[in-house]
């Protein structure tokens, strides 16, 4: 069975502050993709990225950085420099690949994210 | 290019009465998946349709039903409302299987059970 562990239920940041979101994954499969998604109170999610097993390059996108590491099962997510706009509960999720076959999403309980001005 | 369009965004039913969520993907999509949302269980996964044919379907009664048209459009129908089917449910599109491609959400219709 696959599995996502978001141990932070809420964080609370005060402005410019970065913040480093916590996830966890279990999953048997050889192939497997994740994925951060955000939530903000409008309540749509918002794609964030998508990383392939086989690709553990970390990655950069503005004040948005992922950690992926294998070897802990991991793909830790960090905002630089929050603002306010940050505030939202964030997702991580995983799609099972090779040998499940493409699977539905598996998704954490999130993590609430406040950004305090 | 259009999101993915969910109707209605509000619902509210009462016990008994049964329900039919639709949605929209985003042009060219033809994989759509729905997903319910609560507070207690989280985001949990209900079916995946690929043209017009069940993919992938969440562990869920079979009050829990949908369909996907040849314009890709899906349906959601929840017969026999319970309190507990209170939720908001959210469809996601892509253009491929789950995993190879992200999937893109909508808005979701929240639902409310008296």
């Known amino acids: 069975a696959q599995k996502v562990t978001q141990a932070q239920t809420e964080i609370s940041v005060v402005e410019k502050e970065d913040v480093t979101l916590d996830c966890v994954y279990e999953?048997?499969?050889?192939?497997?993709?994740l994925f951060w998604y955000k939530q903000p109170p409008s309540g749509e999610l918002v794609f964030l990225i998508r990383?392939?097993?086989?690709?553990?390059q970390n990655e950069i996108s503005g004040r948005y950085s992922w950690n992926f590491q294998k070897s802990t099962s991991s793909f830790n997510f960090t905002i630089t420099a929050s603002q306010v706009v940050d505030s939202a509960v964030y997702f991580c999720?995983?799609?099972?690949?090779?040998?499940?076959?493409?699977?539905?999403?598996?998704f954490g309980k999130g993590t609430r994210l406040s950004v305090i001005a | 290019k259009a999101g993915v369009t969910q109707t209605p965004r509000y619902l509210i039913k009462t016990r008994g009465q049964q329900v039919t969520l639709s949605c929209s993907p985003i042009?060219?999509?033809?994989?759509v998946s729905w997903y319910q949302q609560t507070p207690g269980q989280g985001l949990q996964f209900l079916f995946e349709y690929f043209s017009e044919t069940q993919r992938n379907k969440g562990n869920f009664p079979g009050r829990f039903s949908g369909r996907q048209f040849s314009n890709s459009r899906s349906e959601m129908n929840v017969s026999t409302l319970e309190l507990g089917d209170s939720a908001l449910y959210l469809c996601?599109?892509?253009?491929?299987?789950?995993?190879?491609?992200?999937?893109?959400f909508g808005d979701g219709t929240r639902l409310s059970i008296l």
């Open positions: 990383r392939n097993s086989f690709d553990e």
């Open positions: 996601a599109s892509s253009t491929g299987t789950v995993g190879n491609q992200p999937q893109h």
């Open positions: 042009s060219g999509h033809r994989s």
């Open positions: 999953t048997r499969d050889t192939t497997y993709y």
């Open positions: 999720a995983l799609s099972g690949g090779v040998p499940s076959g493409n699977t539905p999403l598996v």
